[in-house]
């Protein structure tokens, strides 16, 4: 597989795929935080799709896009959110997602495009939802905002997803690739906690529910033997990735510090 970027999925990707899939290339380059206002990363982004869909174009390789599969894209519909469904995002990250979405379903080389709700796992950047959690924990201090949710993805489970559909040499999709369970956000601190054996002060803000809940009908008809979602999900992502966490942040639950800073939530 070529690929694209080194990052948190770019390096999970070499893990997992390294030499196999030769004719496929994986964008796993693109703007890492749905909160950018760098319109110059979102012009790189755009032009690193741009050039590996000519690249594609020339050698007849197969191109694996990652788009999102949060409120940026599908705000917080009533019922769940479908690929097929109508779309408004109201973020520029979303919407610029939603543009290269289009760039590539009609350049005619043959893709995937994933829509990923919030992934969770090694290599992951401090400033993404569950490294960010765990600091702010072990540092004493949480911001709480009411009413929000997020669908956590074990990365273990895209790798083995993408795996089965490039197996059996499915094109021409759009998916969302979710949990399909997201929880409240206060649920994941209070789990972090327990876990961890300490317990933060919470800056509570008051807010409306947030939740996207996004189909996985298709996913899981392509991927039937992908791992079920549901509450015992959130605590074996937690086991997995926790002690990766905390060595990360060089903090135990014995030295962090109940005066650091306050953290927020993202």
């Not at 399909?180 to 876990?195: K, L, M, S």
């Amino acid at each position: 597989m070529r690929i694209i970027g080194d990052g948190f999925l770019g390096r999970n990707l070499d893990t997992t795929f390294g030499d196999r899939f030769p004719e496929v290339t994986a964008i796993a380059a693109g703007v890492s935080s749905t909160s950018t206002a760098h319109l110059a990363e979102y012009d790189r982004e755009a032009e690193v799709v741009y050039d590996a869909l000519e690249e594609c174009r020339r050698a007849g390789r197969r191109l694996v896009f990652f788009s999102t599969a949060s409120f940026s894209l599908y705000g917080f519909p009533d019922g769940e959110a479908t690929e097929a469904g109508p779309v408004r995002p109201p973020s520029v990250y979303g919407r610029h997602k939603l543009a290269l979405e289009s760039v590539v379903r009609s350049s005619g080389v043959p893709y995937l495009i994933l829509r990923l709700s919030h992934v969770v796992g090694r290599h992951q950047r401090p400033h993404q939802l569950l490294p960010t959690l765990v600091r702010a924990v072990l540092d004493g201090r949480v911001t709480i905002h009411e009413g929000a949710h997020r669908d956590l993805l074990d990365v273990r489970h895209l790798m083995h997803a993408l795996d089965r559909l490039l197996r059996d040499g499915v094109t021409g999709e759009v998916l969302n690739v979710a949990s399909g369970d997201p929880r409240p956000v206060e649920e994941i601190v209070t789990a972090i906690e327990r876990r961890l054996g300490v317990t933060a002060a919470r800056d509570r803000r008051p807010g409306a529910p947030a939740l996207t809940r996004v189909s996985v009908r298709r996913l899981r008809r392509l991927v039937p033997d992908l791992p079920p979602a549901g509450r015992e999900h959130l605590g074996a992502l937690l086991d997995a990735y926790l002690p990766y966490y905390t060595a990360l942040n060089g903090n135990s639950p014995q030295n962090s510090s109940q005066n650091s800073p306050q953290r927020e939530q993202t």
